[in-house]
């Protein structure tokens, strides 16, 4: 059993994943449920991210990645994508200076390019403020696709074959995963999605190959780290074969 006691010390006595992906669903739910709107619940699933990214620094988990916006979200609302979008600056402004001193480093995933230039300009700064940073690698993924990500890597290689760069029948595993927006860090253990939606939205297709999955009921604003140390008792029930007997 995880305990989580004071000060946040974590008894871990089991396997601890060292790559996390978060779809972190439900936010626009959770607050309709409170009579309030959407922006209400994204704007507690701000500090339930917070909670969670600490939660899993403390307890030896080396990669944290989280869904904040897809590729598809720019169709939602103009005000709901506004909100968001504000949302990135409010997180970074009021949470850097805890992620920086406890050693978090920051990765954007995605095509900045189609963020507003506050947002990119934003997130561009926490990374290079902990770049250097020992700790839990924390990867933001804004304006991320799967299948984008895919193609993105594809072309890129092309690019290099058509420049004289490498050959095509060089292209194995390793070449593909370093034109990735992951490239360097561990393929993903463990997938967890909440709000009891089953299926994982075009996030991080590639680096899922073999990941463990684990859906919750909970909205992600009441994703405590208590929800978060059930998720990582049942990744740790599982029997790991990566298609071995």
């Known amino acids: 059993m995880f305990r989580f006691k004071k000060k946040e010390k974590i008894e871990i006595p089991l396997e601890v994943p060292k790559h996390i992906g978060i779809i972190m669903d439900g936010n626009g ?18 500090e339930a991210l917070q909670e969670v990214t600490i939660a899993a620094k403390n307890m030896g988990v080396q990669v944290l990645t989280v869904y904040a916006f897809s590729t598809e979200n720019w169709a939602r609302p103009k005000d709901e994508v506004a909100a968001l979008m504000g949302l990135i600056v409010e997180y970074f402004n009021k949470k850097i200076d805890e992620l920086d001193r406890k ?20 997130a561009l700064r926490a990374m290079e403020r902990t770049k250097d940073n020992k700790g839990l690698k924390l990867n933001i993924a804004l304006n991320y696709g799967g299948r ?38 561990p393929m993903v253990d463990l997938l967890i999605r909440t709000s009891g939606e089953e299926r994982i939205s075009n996030f991080l297709l590639y680096q899922c ?9 909970e909205y992600w604003p009441d994703f405590t780290r208590e929800v978060f140390a059930r998720a990582l008792e049942t990744y740790a029930r599982r029997d790991r074969r990566f298609g071995k007997v």
């Open 29 to 46: 739910r959770w607050a309709k449920k409170r009579m309030q709107p959407r922006v209400f619940g994204h704007k507690a699933g701000m």
């Open 103 to 122: 050693g978090v480093c920051i990765r954007m995933l995605g095509d900045l390019s189609a963020v507003p230039d506050l947002q990119r300009e934003t």
């Open 148 to 185: 984008q990500e895919i193609l993105r890597a594809a072309r890129r290689l092309a690019e290099k074959c058509a420049d004289g760069e490498m050959r095509p029948e060089q292209i194995d595993e390793v070449a593909f995963e370093g034109e990735l927006y992951t490239a360097g860090l």
């Open 209 to 217: 190959a073999y990941a463990e999955f684990v859906f919750v009921p």
